[in-house]
């Protein structure tokens, strides 16, 4: 077995059936990314169906001026619905992918999504359970937007983002936040400032450290 059979086995036995992983293993690739690296973009055909091995994806939305909404992140296992939407449909991409931190992705032509849907449960409960995240996550995001103030969206964001990097010290400018959050750096700046006062975080260049959130 090569190392890439490897680590498709490692990575996703446990999830789909072997009649399925044996198709996989012939078709997927392996694509390795780096932190801040566009993985797809706006407006482009999707070609493939990303499965993420390790790291971090963020998943963006972009309106007509280039103002970002963050609307979830994918970790291991994890795939993004509306990629997979956008394939059943033969729709082009709707949002921005980014690596969050170095990602390792197998990638699935897009040609295979209708068969497999048909041909293995594994796979067609995959899809489903993906949707079903996906949406939850992206209600969970509206409800903040709709619901709670910028400073409680604020702490919910570097909360977020320390699960993610396994870390209490995020490495992140205030205009990244500002840019994610769809606000702006001088609010960000001061929110911040404030929890700072507060003791409940530690400000340094580009760069946060929790205290108590």
């Known amino acids: 077995m090569s190392d890439m059979d490897q680590i498709i086995v490692d990575s996703f036995s446990k999830i789909f059936e072997k009649d399925l992983m044996e198709e996989i293993q012939k078709v997927g690739v392996i694509k390795k990314v780096k932190a801040g690296e566009s993985i797809m973009q706006p407006g482009l055909k999707i070609k493939s169906i990303p499965l993420l091995i390790n790291g971090a994806i963020k998943i963006l939305r972009e309106d007509e001026e280039g103002k970002e909404l963050l609307l979830y992140f994918l970790e291991k296992g994890e795939s993004c619905a509306m990629t997979m939407a956008c394939c059943m449909g033969d729709a082009r991409s709707e949002i921005q992918a980014i690596a969050e931190s170095d990602a390792t992705l197998l990638m699935i032509p897009n040609n295979y999504m209708e068969d497999w849907m048909a041909k293995y449960r ?92």
């Open 122 to 213: 594994s796979w067609r409960n995959y899809v489903l359970d993906s949707y079903h995240s996906r949406f939850s996550e992206m209600l969970e995001t509206i409800d903040k937007i709709a619901f709670l103030r910028m400073d409680d969206r604020l702490i919910e964001y570097i909360k977020e983002k320390a699960l993610l990097t396994k870390s209490e010290e995020i490495q992140i400018t205030h205009q990244e936040i500002a840019d994610e959050l769809n606000t702006s750096r001088v609010v960000v700046s001061r929110l911040l400032k404030k929890l700072e006062n507060e003791g409940r975080i530690k400000l340094y260049r580009n760069r946060i450290k929790i205290i108590s959130l």
